[in-house]
């Protein structure tokens, strides 16, 4: 391809077992769609942060690695992964001028140069959990949420779509990230007799109450947010949550995820939500690229606010993705798939 080579940044908050190599491999995927429109070949400069709230995590991490993606010259960065990393980049970004590509679950990681992909929603997912409890007549639940930011912005969006939807939340209690303490949470939901039991946090907090469940013998119907999509990442975990619903990002429904899903089997590479995910980001980035004149910063933050209704492989089908003048949410419409764990496989979820 003709033209001046053109750096990416990539900040790794959560880069998995990889390195992030199947991530970029996905990206680039998005980006040979746009094909010649290109201005220039595409190179990545990737960065790693030990971020939070992970253990040993921290925010200066995530700080040096947007200082040394700045410093590198890149015109755009993708990542980082998690909430919490996002918002400590958002002022960063706005003070370099600089755009960021998150692709987290929080929309206050936006900011005039934060764009948003969601890889879930911690203000969407609960009213789609609420509005999925109505639809099975679960009206009487019990909610145990994690102190994460995730976990608590969650938590009380859960509490506004209950009370509008006809919910009766019998029972709230809290736990750490870790999960540790969740025998006693466990027992203090069985206590109160619901009819569902509801998680959101982490990963972490699902893993310590499906296995709490499992020992106190009790079975009831659970769901959970986005957290649930480490079952992709770990078949013992996916079997834990047996029979559990929750959000995830993919629905085997949309042509355009078919289409990926088709080219990355052929590559030896898995299809799952993180991949039809980076694979949209790359269409994004690609698209604004080709919209950015001049091929500099602040080109390339007025290209992604050109960007308009590209369909999404994310979400079902009708799905679209864009941005606008002061919109820097990616995906529209219907992006939130409720599937369930079946014999650790991952279904759509179906009345």
């Not at 755009?76 to 980049?89: H, K, R, T």
């Not at 001028?97 to 987290?104: D, E, I, S, V, W």
């Not at 969740?182 to 998680?199: F, G, H, I, K, Y």
């Not at 834990?240 to 088709?262: I, L, V």
Request: charged share 20%; net charge negative.
């Amino acid at each position: 391809m003709d033209g001046l080579p053109i750096t990416l940044g990539v900040l790794h908050d959560f880069a998995g077992a990889d390195g992030g190599q199947g991530f970029e491999w996905a990206v680039c995927q998005g980006l040979d769609e746009v094909g010649s429109r290109l201005p220039g070949p595409v190179h990545f400069v990737h960065e790693a942060a030990a971020g939070l709230p992970l253990p040993g995590g921290s925010e200066a991490s995530v700080r040096e690695a947007f200082t040394r993606l700045e410093a590198a010259g890149v015109l755009a960065i993708l990542g980082p992964a998690i909430s919490d990393n996002a918002i400590v980049v958002r002022p960063l970004a706005d003070a370099a001028g600089l755009a960021t590509f998150n692709y987290t679950g929080g929309e206050q990681t936006r900011s005039p140069n934060a764009f948003h992909y969601q890889i879930g929603s911690l203000e969407d997912e609960p009213s789609f959990l609420a509005a999925h409890l109505v639809e099975r007549g679960l009206t009487k639940v019990a909610l145990v949420h994690d102190t994460t930011f995730v976990g608590r912005r969650m938590a009380d969006f859960f509490d506004d779509a209950c009370a509008a939807g006809g919910v009766d939340l019998l029972v709230r209690a809290t736990l750490p990230g870790s999960g540790a303490g969740a025998e006693r949470a466990v027992a203090t939901a069985r206590a109160a007799a619901p009819d569902a039991l509801v998680s959101l946090g982490l990963w972490d907090l699902p893993r310590a109450l499906s296995l709490a469940m499992a020992a106190a013998g009790w079975t009831v119907p659970a769901c959970a947010n986005s957290a649930l999509i480490y079952g992709h990442h770990s078949p013992d975990w996916a079997r834990g949550w047996e029979g559990w619903t929750y959000c995830d990002t993919y629905s085997e429904g949309n042509t355009r995820y078919q289409a990926f899903s088709r080219t990355a089997e052929a590559a030896g590479r898995g299809a799952g939500p993180g991949a039809a995910g980076a694979f949209d980001m790359g269409r994004l980035i690609g698209e604004a690229l080709a919209r950015a004149h001049p091929l500099t910063r602040a080109g390339v933050l007025a290209g992604l606010e050109r960007v308009k209704s590209l369909p999404a492989a994310s979400g079902h089908a009708g799905t679209l993705m864009g941005f606008g003048h002061q919109d820097r949410g990616a995906l529209k419409g219907r992006f939130i798939v409720i599937r369930q764990w079946r014999d650790g496989a991952s279904v759509e979820w179906t009345a």
